[in-house]
């Protein structure tokens, strides 16, 4: 086995995915032996530079159901993959057996029907950043008033807990808890920083501090434009150059029988679940009714 160090698994590997992050448990673990759940999301933070997040770390060190965005030196807001690819035609899975001018009015009207959705959904609101950051941002509010600050420097302090000693540089906009950093918003300690710097009134300074992509204005302005439906072919106005072009055919495999795959292969690390066959008598998985030997016997 290679064995090296944290620096050189995230160097060479910028996405921290599960491989990478069960490499290090392996050679931070050798014995299968590491400390609490709560030790080892604050060894990713500090050692690996990434976020822990919805994700389940068991003592031993490995990881179920790792998302993409929970471990990578990126900043992600709220995504589970980068392929958007993928995500598309998820949308559209009965539409791609369609006539290829059908399946565009689809996708037209689908992409128009959302951009109206999430254009209504805050055109009304009255927070300043999208209902779910000010849930975020209340509930750290509420944490940071627990906690104990300690200046240091200029724009530099030090929090402590009844559990954890964390260090908050205003200037930088950055916490060790890492949280501040990724998420662009800030944390509890941060919070608890501008209660003993600006006082009781530093609810302004808040959104300061925090990425303006979580405005509500900000995300009206992504959705403003209105996607109209194409008109009817009568009213097309097309150049002499595309009208004369000649379009050949598509190129078909010669020898190749059989139905078009419709389904989509498998990637790098994916497994799909497949179903078993269960007899109803005996119970047993892995055969049916006509190859089960105890029907046969009897």
Request: with cysteine; aromatic share 10%; net charge positive.
């Amino acid at each position: 086995m290679h064995t090296c160090g944290s620096e050189h698994l995230t160097s060479h590997n910028p996405h921290a995915i599960a491989k990478v992050i069960g490499a290090y448990f392996k050679y931070r673990y050798p014995e299968g032996k590491g400390p609490s759940t709560k030790d080892l999301k604050n060894s990713i933070r500090i050692e690996l530079g990434c976020k822990q997040g919805r994700t389940h770390v068991v003592s031993r060190g490995f990881t179920r159901t790792p998302s993409i965005k929970n471990y990578t030196i990126y900043i992600r807001y709220d995504i589970m993959t980068t392929n958007i690819a993928e995500s598309v035609n998820s949308m559209f899975l009965d539409e791609r057996e369609y006539p290829i001018t059908a399946l565009f009015d689809a996708i037209n009207m689908q992409f128009a029907e959302k951009f109206h959705k999430r254009r209504i959904k805050f055109i009304n609101a009255t927070t300043i950043f999208v209902p779910s950051i000010e849930k975020d941002i209340a509930k750290n509010i509420n944490l940071g008033n627990k906690l104990l600050v300690h200046q240091t420097a200029n724009y530099k302090y030090i929090i402590t807990s009844h559990d954890e000693v964390a260090t908050v540089d205003l200037l930088a906009k950055s916490c060790t808890c890492k949280v501040f950093d990724i998420d662009k918003i800030p944390c509890p300690h941060a919070m608890a920083v501008f209660r003993c710097q600006y006082g009781d009134n530093y609810g302004r300074c808040i959104y300061e501090y925090s990425a303006s992509y979580y405005k509500v204005e900000v995300y009206l302005i992504a959705y403003v434009e209105e996607i109209k439906p194409v008109p009817s072919e009568e009213t097309w106005k097309v150049p002499i150059e595309i009208l004369e072009r000649k379009i050949s055919s598509p190129f078909v495999e010669p020898g190749k029988v059989g139905r078009r795959s419709s389904k989509r292969h498998k990637g790098i690390g994916e497994s799909f679940s497949t179903k078993k066959n269960k007899y109803s008598l005996c119970k047993r998985i892995g055969h049916k009714r006509t190859t089960c030997s105890e029907r046969n016997v009897a």
